[in-house]
């Protein structure tokens, strides 16, 4: 059973890949996932307020003069909240790439085009075989055009992409105006993949403590929005497409190849069930295709996409007013 599959220009043995997450902060756990079969590693992001806070942290202390050298260790505060240092983060890029032998992806998160994409081109010199950007912003002003706030996003890409020779994915969030002229826009500037959706966390509340709870793992459900936007673009941008959030089971990654995905992502289920679970869901696909006889992925990718599939229509608004008129009790 033939399961491989390209992204980012990588060959890779099959499409079940860990996304970022706090898994790969221990070596043990990196090497576990790779064990289970992981094709690549997405390491966690490097946040653009972490890179910012340490320059301005720097700024300061050079500011500040020889006299006040009794207080110079305070002038270097480690960010309050991030397991690494921008510093630490490069080593730990270098060691990750020592300790095992597939691709590691680095991540950037971040939305202003500034001094601190620079790390994209320090992370390169790390040793990352490719660079996922996370562009992870919530539209709170009302003030701010939605325009604007996809300019900021394309001049992000446009600096990663012109510092860095490895390839640059794109995570983006569903929640711009146009996302298929978006994704049209970032294709056009030569990202070499797209990642749908970064998953904005929804905190709840207690009501009685009136404290924010912490945020919950996905469920199969968030897939949806995924599949959904999978389709549309599938076979309409030169780019990778990769799914993640909402993938748990065999069936949810056949789902997004099916869609138009490359690789399928996947999180909160290694997170719940450990870095074995990788394994399980590769063979389950490779089962399923077994018992519907399917030779390769490549047979069942974008079968099921807006420009292939039988039925288009279903994907857009069409769709939407049927369902609502055929609902009852």
């Given at each position: 059973?033939?399961?491989?599959?390209?992204?980012?220009?990588?060959?890779?043995?099959?499409?079940?890949?860990?996304?970022?997450s706090?898994?790969?902060?221990?070596?043990?756990?990196?090497r576990?996932?790779?064990?289970?079969?992981a094709p690549?590693?997405?390491?966690?992001?490097l946040?653009?307020?972490?890179?910012?806070?340490?320059?301005?942290?720097?700024?300061r202390?050079?500011?500040?003069?020889?006299?006040?050298?009794?207080?110079a260790?305070?002038?270097?505060?480690?960010?309050?909240?991030?397991?690494?240092s921008?510093?630490?983060?490069?080593?730990?890029v270098?060691?990750?790439?020592?300790?095992?032998s597939?691709?590691?992806?680095?991540?950037?998160n971040?939305?202003t085009?500034?001094?601190?994409?620079?790390?994209?081109?320090?992370?390169?010199q790390?040793?990352?075989?490719?660079?996922?950007l996370?562009?992870?912003?919530?539209?709170?002003d009302p003030?701010?055009?939605?325009?604007?706030?996809?300019?900021?996003a394309?001049?992000?890409a446009?600096?990663?992409r012109?510092?860095?020779?490895?390839?640059?994915?794109?995570?983006?969030?569903?929640?711009?105006?146009?996302?298929?002229h978006?994704?049209?826009?970032?294709?056009?500037?030569g990202?070499d993949a797209?990642?749908?959706?970064?998953?904005?966390?929804?905190?709840?509340?207690?009501?009685?403590?009136?404290?924010?709870?912490?945020?919950?793992?996905s469920?199969?459900?968030?897939?949806?929005?995924?599949?959904?936007w999978?389709?549309?673009?599938?076979?309409?941008?030169?780019?990778?497409?990769?799914?993640t959030?909402?993938?748990?089971t065999?069936?949810?990654?056949?789902?997004?190849?099916?869609?138009?995905?490359?690789?399928?992502q996947?999180?909160?289920?290694?997170?719940?069930?450990?870095?074995m679970?990788?394994?399980?869901?590769?063979?389950?696909?490779?089962?399923?295709?077994?018992?519907?006889?399917?030779e390769?992925?490549?047979?069942?990718?974008?079968?099921?996409?807006?420009?292939?599939?039988?039925?288009?229509?279903?994907?857009?608004?069409?769709?939407?007013?049927?369902?609502?008129?055929?609902?009852?009790?």
């Amino acid at each position: 059973m033939d399961l491989s599959t390209t992204y980012m220009g990588f060959q890779l043995p099959h499409p079940v890949v860990p996304g970022a997450s706090p898994m790969v902060h221990d070596l043990d756990t990196v090497r576990r996932l790779e064990d289970a079969g992981a094709p690549m590693i997405v390491m966690h992001s490097l946040f653009e307020e972490q890179i910012v806070g340490e320059q301005l942290a720097a700024v300061r202390s050079i500011e500040a003069g020889d006299e006040s050298y009794g207080e110079a260790l305070s002038y270097f505060p480690r960010p309050p909240g991030f397991a690494l240092s921008p510093d630490d983060y490069l080593a730990h890029v270098a060691r990750i790439k020592s300790a095992v032998s597939v691709p590691v992806i680095a991540s950037l998160n971040g939305v202003t085009e500034g001094g601190w994409l620079a790390y994209a081109r320090l992370i390169e010199q790390a040793g990352a075989d490719g660079l996922e950007l996370n562009i992870y912003e919530l539209a709170t002003d009302p003030d701010e055009p939605g325009a604007q706030i996809e300019h900021r996003a394309l001049q992000a890409a446009a600096a990663v992409r012109r510092s860095v020779s490895i390839p640059v994915a794109v995570k983006l969030s569903p929640y711009y105006s146009a996302v298929a002229h978006l994704c049209k826009q970032l294709d056009e500037l030569g990202v070499d993949a797209l990642v749908l959706f970064n998953r904005f966390v929804q905190p709840d509340i207690d009501v009685e403590q009136l404290e924010v709870l912490r945020v919950t793992l996905s469920g199969s459900a968030e897939l949806l929005l995924r599949l959904r936007w999978l389709a549309i673009l599938s076979g309409r941008v030169r780019a990778s497409l990769a799914a993640t959030g909402g993938a748990h089971t065999p069936i949810d990654a056949i789902k997004a190849v099916m869609a138009g995905a490359h690789i399928v992502q996947m999180v909160s289920a290694l997170l719940e069930h450990g870095p074995m679970h990788l394994g399980a869901v590769r063979d389950g696909i490779a089962r399923w295709m077994d018992e519907h006889e399917y030779e390769s992925l490549r047979q069942m990718h974008g079968s099921m996409s807006l420009s292939r599939c039988a039925n288009p229509k279903a994907y857009e608004r069409a769709n939407y007013v049927r369902i609502l008129q055929s609902w009852h009790r």
